[in-house]
């Protein structure tokens, strides 16, 4: 039975100088994160985060308690900064409770900049992140 020529291949700089890449957004969240904090003094925060507040750090692996705070009222999400602007999308997922449930753990966010303008997009999914959860 005879075989079919492979195809021919074009060269990657001739295929990308004449199709442009398809725009991908620079919020793409990818991490699934819980007690996140950036702190910078000179420069931006522009990040995207997926946010569980179900999700289990162990009080060894987060940031250092802030004076007033206890483990119990630390935030799930700290981003400050002193000489630069803030632009995030925070996508908050919704835990194992079912919604209208009065066991939902709330999510608690703290955003500041000195010098600097705040935009933030909060986007709160109805999706399951577990596993053993029914969609």
Do not use: C, W
Request: no cysteine; glycine share 6%.
């Amino acid at each position: 039975m005879p075989h079919d020529p492979p195809p021919t291949y074009t060269s990657v700089e001739s295929a990308s100088a004449s199709q442009p890449l398809p725009e991908v957004s620079s919020y793409t969240p990818i991490n699934v994160v819980n007690y996140i904090s950036i702190s910078r003094e000179h420069g931006h925060i522009k990040e995207s985060f997926i946010v569980d507040p179900s999700l289990y750090i162990p009080e060894s692996l987060r940031n250092p308690l802030r004076q007033g705070e206890s483990y119990g009222s630390q935030k799930n999400v700290r981003l400050e900064t002193v000489h630069g602007h803030i632009e995030t999308e925070i996508v908050l997922v919704q835990d194992k409770a079912p919604l209208g449930s009065r066991n939902l753990q709330r999510a608690t966010l703290h955003l500041s900049s000195s010098h600097g303008g705040i935009k933030v997009t909060i986007v709160r999914s109805f999706f399951f992140l577990h596993t053993d959860s029914p969609i």
